[in-house]
């Protein structure tokens, strides 16, 4: 069933074959306010419970940026610190949807992911990508830091790597770097190359046995069950440093870029 995007962004769910894409889209180069993250933790939750879905792929709309991270417009509209939580929870809620999905999700990145789009590249179990796909964690460059996101970025690339984009945060990593750090299983040269490599590994995985990828994702996952809280609390420590004046600053001048 497909929900219909609008202009200010949606999520649609559609299945084929075993095979369910959950794409979300923002005019805003694919950003995520609120709604949209709520959506995205509601579908693949769904998709995860749909006994005729054996793997998942999540991708973005249109040909250039995967994600551009939190909506700046929803950011500087956060007065108080339980707003701010609120906020950020909605990354939280989407990046343990994805640990929590007994299905396999492939992930599609066909160009630029800053932010709250590396985290979900990150919250996947098998990233595609084409050369286009650089990274960039640009958090503590607006004032607040990649603590929502961090786990999952921790998780996949390593303390070395995260830290690195975490403190350069205005660098743009490249999708070779990102595939050499184990972000990205496999960089194309173009959305069309991407798109034939995950036709071929979607489909072999709907042919695989459900109850051991189902056994799979748990032991990929395993040691991560204190996310519900690690990601709170984390959640909590972006929403209140939002509200600083530096913050406030910052995410205006990029505003004006």
């Known amino acids: 069933m497909e929900t219909p995007i609008t202009d200010q962004g949606n999520v649609h769910l559609s299945t084929d074959n075993g095979i369910a894409t959950i794409e979300f889209h923002h005019p805003a180069?694919?950003?995520?306010?609120?709604?949209?993250?709520?959506?995205?933790?509601?579908?693949?939750t769904a998709a995860g419970q749909n006994n005729a879905v054996r793997v998942i792929i999540l991708r973005s709309a249109g040909n250039r940026a995967f994600c551009a991270g939190a909506s700046f417009d929803e950011l500087i509209a956060i007065h108080n610190a339980e707003t701010g939580k609120q906020f950020f929870s909605g990354f939280a809620q989407v990046i343990?949807?994805?640990?929590?999905?007994?299905?396999?999700?492939?992930?599609?990145?066909?160009?630029k992911a800053v932010g709250g789009g590396v985290g979900m590249a990150s919250a996947v179990d098998y990233c595609f990508a084409t050369k286009f796909a650089a990274v960039k964690l640009s958090e503590l460059a607006v004032g607040i830091g990649p603590f929502v996101v961090g786990p999952a970025v921790e998780r996949k690339v390593g303390t070395s790597a995260f830290s690195q984009m975490a403190i350069n945060a205005t660098a743009w990593y490249s999708a070779d770097w990102a595939r050499e750090k184990g972000l990205y299983a496999d960089v194309a040269e173009n959305a069309e190359a991407m798109d034939n490599a995950i036709a071929t590994l979607a489909g072999k995985l709907t042919r695989s046995n459900p109850e051991a990828m189902a056994l799979l994702k748990k032991v990929f996952w395993e040691g991560t069950d204190h996310w519900d809280q690690l990601l709170s609390e984390r959640a909590a420590m972006s929403g209140k440093l939002v509200l600083s004046d530096f913050t406030r600053n910052a995410i205006d001048a990029f505003k004006k870029k």
């Open 29 to 44: 180069s694919n950003s995520l306010p609120g709604k949209i993250l709520t959506k995205l933790a509601e579908t693949i």
């Open 96 to 111: 343990n949807a994805a640990r929590k999905c007994p299905k396999l999700i492939i992930g599609r990145v066909q160009g």
